[in-house]
């Protein structure tokens, strides 16, 4: 079993504007310590939790239009200054951390939109690289990454994702035959339905799953902690404050979530895998005409 703390932080849109850089690192520290006092092991931010940069900052010409966004202007010093002050408090404290950032490629190269995962040692372990881009995020701000991420914690295997790659099923459906036990799903977007979405991947591949999204998004659809089969454990309050949602996951805590993964799980797994097919009737004529009752 390990304690799971999702976070609702506030979420700056600017990359250089270096006040709001540092307040986001301020406050993501801030619920690292309430999140370890709590008992957690594991702490989930949401999609640029240090920045996410808003296309119309970024990338918006003055008569609205769009262009390739200036990524010089981009306070980089400040941006890795914060990620590593992150990590530094991770060990400090024993508590995993994942959190979102961007991730400078070399020029010309655009960024990657990434999530940052640091061990309770304090050291980044590992890097998601948002793999399905918009549009607008495709043509103008970052570049795709390639590979989907697998790591372990206290036996725990967890995988991960980022806003619209919800949108995507095959994704969460590789996760499944990468057997994860839970992904975490980090988002900035304000968005009810994709909140639903994400329950239906803990209804469908019967993983726990904790999904982040920012402070200012925490009305419509607050962060929170989904069980196999689909049921919110915990979430954040319904408004704007920073938060934390904090839940058990890795056993079945009670009946429904015992049947998800003791049961639906396997069953699904095995069902997908040719159970029926010694139990079609294919020479039968009453199965293979389709037009008489």
């Known amino acids: 079993m390990l304690r799971l703390a999702v976070a609702q932080s506030t979420v ?71 990620a590593v002050v992150v990590a530094a408090l991770a060990g400090e404290l024993g508590l995993w951390t994942v959190f979102g950032s961007l991730h400078p490629l070399t020029a010309p190269n655009r960024p990657h939109n990434s999530l940052y995962v640091v061990s309770d040692q304090g050291r980044l372990v590992a890097r998601y690289d948002k793999r399905m881009l918009s549009n607008t995020e495709l043509s103008y701000l970052y570049t795709p990454g390639t590979d989907p991420l697998t790591f372990d914690v206290d036996g725990i295997r967890f995988g991960a ?7 995507f099923p095959a994704l969460f459906a590789e996760y499944e035959r ?62 704007d404050r920073p938060a934390l949602a ?23 797994r095995l069902a997908s895998a040719g159970l029926y097919d010694g139990h079609t009737a294919p020479c039968d004529p009453r199965s293979r005409t389709r037009t008489a009752f």
Request: glycine share 10%.
């Open 12 to 82: 700056p849109e600017d990359p250089a504007d270096v006040d709001q850089l540092r307040a986001a690192g301020r406050e993501i520290r801030a619920l690292m310590r309430e999140a370890a006092a709590a008992g957690a092991r594991l702490v989930q931010f949401p999609e640029g939790a240090i920045v996410y940069p808003g296309k119309h900052v970024v990338a918006q010409r003055p008569d609205g239009s769009m262009r390739p966004a200036d990524w010089s202007r981009a306070e980089w010093g400040v941006l890795r200054e914060e």
């Open 161 to 167: 994702a980022l806003c619209i790659e919800a949108n």
């Open 178 to 239: 990468l057997d994860v036990d839970c992904v975490l799903l980090s988002v900035m977007v304000d968005d009810a339905a994709r909140a639903g979405v994400a329950q239906a991947y803990g209804t469908l591949y019967n993983y726990w799953l904790g999904y982040a999204v920012p402070a200012q998004y925490g009305a419509t659809a607050p962060s929170g902690i989904i069980a196999p089969g689909g049921r919110w454990l915990a979430r954040c309050p319904g408004d």
């Open 246 to 268: 904090i839940a058990d996951i890795g056993e079945a805590t009670s009946p429904d979530i015992d049947v998800a993964v003791r049961l639906a799980r396997p069953w699904r």
